[in-house]
């Protein structure tokens, strides 16, 4: 469930990034790009996982 949350928070901190190198006129932006996609992906997968794992437990608990 924590791979939900950090994956939209590296998204988060990742746009951050991305805008202050270009505010600043910095390179690099290679960091905040990967931050931003892998921080996409984290938080996807962790949401489908989480759905998945609550609708296991609650069709365990209705079969019962």
Avoid at 5 to 33: D, H, K, Y
Avoid at 39 to 49: D, E, P, T
Wanted: glycine residues 18%; aromatic residues 10%; without cysteine.
């Amino acid at each position: 469930m924590l791979s939900f949350f950090t994956g939209f928070v590296a998204v988060l901190l990742g746009v951050i990034a991305l805008r202050q190198n270009w505010v600043r006129a910095l390179p690099g932006n290679g960091f905040a790009w990967a931050g931003i996609i892998i921080g996409a992906i984290g938080g996807v997968v962790g949401s489908i996982i989480l759905m998945v794992t609550v609708w296991i437990v609650m069709a365990g608990s209705a079969g019962g």
